[in-house]
């Protein structure tokens, strides 16, 4: 703010950038070119250096970052020669948006630069993890994902948040605090928030996506149960009865407990509020090890695959994650806020937790393995303090 220096987000290195424009003066009608700011080195330096450093990387700044969404992602000038949208990583995936011209809403841009915000964080940490992240659109028209962002209108056009074979659909009006916050009164959550909700759908799509006819069938339906049950049925059972009185011991939320397809969405977003929340405290050189903390910890048995090699490393971060949110809550509270994170983890999630993390991992290591093979950069599987987790 006090050098007004331009700012960038690059997906593929995942790193916020300082930029500085290239000088494309020498071309008539360039479009505007920037590359990450860079300090000056003297000729006589670039002489005596022992190897040319290679070009820096160009970019363009993604049509959407002057529009409500005010996207700040930027799109490696290699990549916009190849298409036509002008768009990022994360807006390529759009596929309806509100209609910023109505006169009858005209908070409806305000509201989209609030989802966007959202998306754009849950794209982001999608890619790190290394799981497929293609537009139905342009890229995957089979398998890929794609979201509308609609507001439900004064002639019964009712919109309802969900997923469909890979199109996901937030309802804009999530966005209004007040109305979202009055949605999670009437249905007794204890959570309700639009990054929530991208993550728990996303959650559908990637089952459909790894899952469903995958070797992880047999594991899927050992922890969570048969999804040929009537989900439909499922639905109105749990709205008109709602959840078993032990559901506490069973799931992550009440929700989960109507449907295996809705216990996995939920514990898939559970499990990206663990990656993103926990990522973000090691950034800061924040960890609860230190703390003095009444805490049992999980042990090796609660794990989905306890002889797993890599298992005593989840087991750890699932501790941490337990230990660092505990003293978040305690800081809400003294704050007079509620819990930073107000569920319960039982055994049976730890065990779902620790099946959908084997799950991500080996999706991503299958997609750094491909990318290697094809000559890519491959992002790292780590997190801000360097330790792998896969």
Excluded at 34 to 63: G, I, K, M, N
Excluded at 88 to 112: F, S
Excluded at 365 to 384: C, H, I, V
Aim: a negative charge; aromatic letters at 10%.
């Amino acid at each position: 703010m006090a050098c007004g220096t331009s700012l960038g987000y690059d997906p593929h290195s995942a790193q916020l950038l300082s930029l500085m424009p290239v000088d494309t003066s020498a071309v008539a009608g360039a479009p505007e070119l920037w590359q990450a700011w860079q300090v000056l080195v003297a000729l006589e330096d670039v002489e005596a250096a022992p190897e040319v450093p290679e070009p820096p990387t160009s970019y363009f700044r993604c049509l959407n970052l002057t529009t409500p969404a005010a996207c700040n992602w930027l799109v490696p000038s290699t990549d916009l020669f190849g298409t036509t949208t002008g768009l990022c990583r994360a807006c390529q995936l759009n596929h309806k948006i509100p209609d910023l011209n109505d006169p009858e809403h005209p908070d409806n841009g305000r509201l989209w630069g609030l989802v966007e915000l959202a998306k754009r964080r849950l794209v982001s940490a999608l890619m790190v993890l290394g799981l497929p992240v293609a537009s139905k659109l342009t890229e995957d028209p089979e398998h890929g994902l794609m979201f509308d962002f609609l507001r439900s209108d004064s002639e019964g056009g009712h919109v309802l948040t969900g997923h469909d074979t890979g199109l996901i659909t937030i309802s804009l009006i999530e966005a209004d605090d007040a109305t979202r916050e009055a949605a999670r009164q009437a249905m007794h959550e204890p959570y309700r928030t639009l990054l929530g909700h991208f993550r728990h759908e996303v959650g559908h799509y990637y089952w459909d996506r790894l899952v469903w006819g995958s070797e992880w069938m047999n594991g899927f339906h050992t922890l969570f149960g048969d999804e040929t049950i009537d989900y439909a049925e499922a639905l109105q059972r749990h709205y008109a009865n709602g959840p078993a009185p032990d559901w506490q011991q069973h799931y992550v939320s009440a929700y989960a407990s109507t449907h295996p397809w809705e216990d996995w969405a939920e514990c898939w977003a559970h499990y990206l509020h663990m990656r993103d929340t926990v990522d973000t405290a090691l950034s800061f050189g924040l960890s609860a090890k230190k703390m003095q903390l009444e805490f049992t910890p999980f042990t090796i048995d609660s794990l989905y695959r306890p002889k797993h090699p890599k298992a005593k490393r989840f087991l750890a971060f699932l501790n941490d994650w337990t230990r660092l949110t505990t003293l978040l809550n305690e800081m809400s509270r003294s704050m007079g806020q509620p819990d930073f994170y107000p569920f319960v983890l039982p055994l049976e999630v730890v065990a779902k937790l620790h099946f959908i993390h084997l799950l991500v991992t080996s999706s991503g290591e299958s997609s750094q393995r491909g990318k290697t093979a094809a000559g890519d950069r491959a992002a790292p599987m780590t997190l801000a303090s360097g330790k792998a987790l896969a």
